[in-house]
């Protein structure tokens, strides 16, 4: 069959279901490589009025069914599925024998939908990334997509995050990763959905990292993770030599906390490269601490420290440790309370230093110092 002779057969799935064909899927039905690649995004500008919905999806699946041994990437992403999508994409993908990629984040996919997908994707030894963020999975949903930690050593990244799932999902998803799994490399568990504090899930969080030697990328946004949190995390991380990004935005982290962090990155095991500290409550003492931290560590190149509360004060002593370090390359601090002291001196920074970018810039304006935020990409 032709690519002319599959738009055909999706246009006549279409009539028969009495829906109007997509546009962008005739497109890529009459222009295809070889490959076979399903992305349709429904943030693109071109789609954004014509999202996939479960009743768009039927004539699709259908029609591209008997090229599923070609297809390698499934971007759905920024749809309107729901299960009865997900149920009827199982079908598709079950036969996708070569599929290393399928993204469906921020969809509508619920429970359901995500078991049906787990059963399509149980033949499928050659996925690589699996991109379930922004649905509606919950705990049911992530239990059964855990199951393939146990079974597809292919698999490298997984993003779950933002999925209503709470502690009993984090728990199973932190016990593979410390007793079975040692190939996972990128896991977002973000937002997830307590019931009592998230200090309770740290332990787990502790026990996986100290023992897993795979994982490099590991997002925990909104867990509640707070000082007593973070400080167990940073003593099992002790035992870490493999996690190079690690993303606490958003957890409640104090002064404490950022002792706690900071010891890490003194200690000399440290192999993070990115680290996301920001939305906390970091203030002028925890600053104090990341500088010094700062003076030392070498393998630190990111760090994000924007909306933490950090006073002048603070903000001077971030700028004192920075002037011994020559390792940092990007730094974001937007959003806290600068001053022309903390101003002038990163102002210096920003003179002396190459090959360096903040996510602001400090200009004169008669006679004295101001500031304006800058979009960089992390």
């Known amino acids: 069959m032709t690519t002319h002779e599959l738009a055909i057969k999706y246009t006549t799935e279409c009539k028969l279901l009495n829906i109007l064909p997509h546009q962008a899927i005739l497109t890529q039905f009459n222009n295809s490589s070889p490959t076979m690649d399903l992305i349709i995004r429904g943030n693109d500008k071109i789609n954004f009025h014509q ?15 008997p090229f599923a041994q070609q297809i390698i990437i499934i971007d759905l992403s920024y749809n309107q599925i729901q299960d009865d999508g997900a149920n009827k994409l ?8 070569s599929l290393k990629v399928l993204i469906l984040k921020s969809n509508s996919i619920g429970p359901t939908g995500a078991k049906s997908l787990r059963k399509a994707l149980k033949m499928v030894s050659t996925i690589e990334e699996l991109d379930l963020s922004n649905n509606f999975i919950k705990t049911d949903g992530s239990m059964s997509l855990t199951k393939l930690l146990f079974t597809h050593t292919n698999l490298h990244k997984l993003d779950l995050g933002n ?14 990763m410390n007793l079975t799994n040692n190939t996972l490399r990128e896991l977002n568990l973000n937002s997830p959905l307590y019931n009592s504090i998230g200090q309770e899930m740290c332990i787990h969080l502790g026990k996986m990292l100290a023992s897993n030697n795979s994982l490099k990328r590991l997002s925990l946004q909104k867990h509640k993770i707070r000082c007593d949190g973070l400080y167990i995390i940073s003593e099992h991380l002790l035992d870490n030599n493999t996690l190079e990004v690690f993303d606490l935005s958003a957890n409640e982290i104090g002064v404490e906390g950022c002792t706690a ?3 890490y990155l003194t200690s000399g095991k440290c192999v993070l490269n990115t680290l996301y500290l920001s939305s906390n409550r970091t203030g002028d003492l925890g600053a104090k601490s990341l500088a010094f931290a700062l003076e030392s560590n070498k393998s630190l190149k990111v760090l994000t420290l924007n909306y933490n509360r950090i006073n002048d ?21 937007f959003g806290n309370n600068f001053a022309q002291k903390s101003m002038g001196m990163f102002a210096k920074l920003q003179g002396s230093r190459k090959n360096w970018s903040t996510d602001f810039q400090i200009y004169m304006v008669d006679s004295s110092f101001d500031m304006a935020k800058i979009d960089i990409q992390l």
């Not at 999202?51 to 069914?65: E, N, S």
């Not at 004192?320 to 974001?332: I, Q």
């Open 90 to 97: 199982g079908d598709l993908i079950k036969d996708a024998i």
């Open 261 to 263: 962090i900071g010891k």
């Open 163 to 176: 999925n209503e799932i709470d502690h009993d999902g984090i728990i199973a998803i932190t016990s593979v």
């Open 313 to 333: 004060l603070g903000l001077c002593l971030l700028a004192e440790g920075l002037d011994s370090n020559n390792s940092l390359l990007c730094l974001t601090l």
């Open 51 to 65: 999202r996939i919905q479960d009743t768009t999806l039927f004539p699709i699946v259908t029609a591209l069914k």
